[in-house]
């Protein structure tokens, strides 16, 4: 509450908006990725179709193997969209006044640009290692939860409804995002290493510093706006899904 107050007295409504528009850009590509690798490789590892599988469930091993792989090929292609949000979202300043000295990064095209020509292409890449901790097993279990409800809410051989498919879809993301958070805070400071404070050495140097620093209540930082977010986002992209897959699979 402390920093919905004070986010909206020093930026106004315009600051919850802050470093979107790179996101809802790359959303749909970034999720494209995840679900066209995860069916997949879901595919090819038990030789079944969507409508299929309904019937008989695929192993948890499956779908966990299948989940992990669209996880970490999600995370790479997120990668630069994300640290292009993460600078934006921690540029506080209020918004300009004439006078008063420009930011950093005026827009999601200049802090590209910016990022390209002080650190490099790899920049943009900064903490994709974490990212990629942060998304493989996150995202295995995800679908995991996704899958295991639905099959326990479904009569056999029958699509689950789309209430099922939401109340699924929507503890799929809590679930995740519980598991993910420590990650999630790690990738943040990863990604802004060398703007505000030190770049850290690496990802065991953020961890250990932080921790120092902080104490293990800063791994679950967020963890609460996290997971009020991830249920109403995950119940419809799961609705999405299905409906997109009934339509056209
Ligand atoms: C793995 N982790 C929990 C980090 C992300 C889950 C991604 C699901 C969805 N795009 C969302 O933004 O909630």
Same mark, same amino acid.
């Given at each position: 509450?402390?920093?919905?107050?004070?986010?909206?007295?020093?930026?106004?409504?315009?600051?919850?908006?802050?470093?979107?528009?790179?996101?809802?850009?790359?959303?749909?590509?970034?999720?494209?990725?995840?679900?066209?690798?995860?069916?997949?490789?879901?595919?090819?590892?038990?030789?079944?179709?969507?409508?299929?599988?309904?019937?008989?469930?695929?192993?948890?091993?499956?779908?966990?193997?299948?989940?992990?792989?669209?996880?970490?090929?999600?995370?790479?292609?997120?990668?630069?969209?994300?640290?292009?949000?993460?600078?934006?979202?921690?540029?506080?300043?209020?918004?300009?006044?004439?006078?008063?000295?420009?930011?950093? $990064?005026? =827009?999601?095209?200049? &802090?590209?640009? *910016?990022?390209? #020509?002080? %650190? @490099?292409?790899?920049?943009? +890449? !900064? /903490?994709?290692?974490?990212?990629?901790?942060?998304?493989?097993?996150?995202?295995?279990?995800?679908?995991?939860?996704?899958?295991?409800?639905?099959?326990?809410?479904?009569?056999?051989?029958?699509?689950?409804?789309?209430?099922?498919?939401?109340?699924?879809?929507?503890?799929?993301?809590?679930?995740?995002?519980?598991?993910?958070?420590?990650?999630?805070?790690?990738?943040?400071?990863?990604?802004?290493?060398?703007?505000?404070?030190?770049? $850290?050495? =690496?990802?065991?140097? &953020?961890?250990? *510093?932080?921790? #120092?620093? %902080? @104490?293990?209540?800063?791994? +679950? !930082? /967020?963890?609460?706006?996290?997971?009020?977010?991830?249920?109403?986002?995950?119940?419809?992209?799961?609705?999405?899904?299905?409906?997109?897959?009934?339509?056209?699979?």
């Amino acid at each position: 509450m402390d920093c919905m107050i004070k986010i909206y007295r020093h930026e106004s409504v315009l600051g919850f908006y802050k470093g979107m528009s790179f996101p809802i850009a790359s959303i749909g590509m970034v999720n494209s990725v995840l679900f066209g690798v995860y069916s997949n490789t879901l595919q090819a590892l038990t030789s079944t179709s969507h409508q299929d599988r309904r019937a008989q469930l695929p192993s948890y091993t499956c779908i966990f193997i299948a989940g992990c792989t669209g996880g970490f090929l999600q995370a790479y292609s997120l990668a630069p969209f994300d640290i292009i949000k993460v600078r934006l979202q921690n540029q506080t300043e209020s918004r300009v006044r004439p006078g008063s000295p420009l930011p950093r $990064y005026q =827009g999601p095209m200049h &802090c590209a640009a *910016t990022i390209l #020509r002080e %650190e @490099g292409f790899r920049g943009l +890449f !900064r /903490g994709s290692g974490a990212l990629m901790l942060r998304d493989t097993p996150t995202l295995g279990l995800y679908f995991i939860t996704y899958e295991g409800l639905c099959y326990q809410y479904t009569p056999t051989g029958q699509q689950p409804s789309s209430t099922t498919v939401l109340v699924a879809g929507g503890f799929a993301g809590i679930a995740s995002w519980i598991t993910a958070t420590p990650f999630d805070v790690i990738k943040a400071r990863m990604q802004m290493g060398g703007v505000k404070q030190k770049a $850290y050495k =690496g990802m065991l140097d &953020c961890i250990v *510093t932080s921790f #120092r620093q %902080e @104490g293990l209540g800063v791994f +679950f !930082r /967020g963890f609460t706006i996290n997971s009020a977010r991830a249920f109403p986002v995950n119940a419809v992209t799961f609705l999405s899904y299905e409906y997109l897959l009934r339509m056209w699979g």
